[in-house]
């Protein structure tokens, strides 16, 4: 299965913004990069996905390395509800629509 | 929010009992899936359904079975619970496989095993 590695942990003052990194060197043409969030006692909650280009949404921006072997999720202005354990997750063409989830990133947001 | 539930959101039981897990979606949503979140393993899947009848194995089915008689409901059950088996499941729905659809998960149900 592809394999993602991500820092476990990372800190970050409230108001300020915040790139989380995330590995993926095996990445084939095809395979899109998706960026979870679970908050505490919540299921897991879709943040943003890309395949090529950066991406913007309501949530965040993803931006994708030129050789796609890496990606940074970026939450512009960092809340106390961004804590959460954070995702990078590679969506294989081949595998029929599972998400293979690693250990993450917790992210801690300081006030 | 997309329209999921599962339940019972907590369950304590004993070992070799049967327990069946219910997942419910609103959205109508030809996927779904079910994924257990231990700590140290993140979520693993055990299961999932690509339409009514039709289901597959994931990372960690042992002990697991599954059935879809309607879109909107995919069961767990477990046969004869053990202690490993103590957990917290989430269910997730998607309308199709394909790499760039999103997934959306429930609340999930703790189970205790005892």
């Known amino acids: 299965d592809a394999k993602t590695t991500q820092p476990n942990s990372m800190e970050s003052n409230e108001e300020e913004p915040v790139h989380l990194p995330c590995n993926h060197s095996t990445i084939s043409g095809t395979d899109y990069i998706h960026w979870y969030r679970q908050l505490p006692s919540q299921g897991p909650e879709y943040v943003i996905h890309?395949?090529?280009s950066n991406v913007n949404n309501r949530m965040a921006s993803l931006a994708i390395a030129e050789d796609r072997k890496s990606s940074t999720l970026i939450l512009h202005r960092a809340t106390l509800r961004d804590a959460a354990v954070y995702y990078c997750i590679l969506r294989l063409s081949s595998n029929t629509g599972k998400l293979i989830f690693g250990q993450g990133t917790t992210l801690q947001v300081k006030p | 929010d997309a329209g999921i539930t599962q339940s019972p959101r907590h369950k304590v039981t004993e070992t070799g009992t049967p327990v069946t897990l219910r997942c419910h979606q609103t959205e109508n949503h030809r996927y779904m899936y079910w994924y257990r979140q231990d700590p140290g393993h993140g979520l693993r899947l055990i299961h999932y359904?690509?339409?009514?009848?039709?289901?597959d194995k994931g990372e960690v089915s042992d002990g697991y079975s599954v059935s879809r008689s309607k879109t909107e409901d995919f069961l767990l059950t477990l046969e004869s619970a053990t202690s490993s088996q103590t957990s917290v499941y989430f269910c997730?729905?998607?309308?199709?496989?394909?790499?760039?659809?999103?997934?959306?998960f429930g609340p999930g149900t703790r189970l205790t095993v005892l």
């Open positions: 890309g395949l090529t």
């Open positions: 359904s690509y339409g009514v009848k039709d289901t």
């Open positions: 997730a729905i998607s309308e199709s496989g394909v790499p760039a659809d999103t997934q959306y």
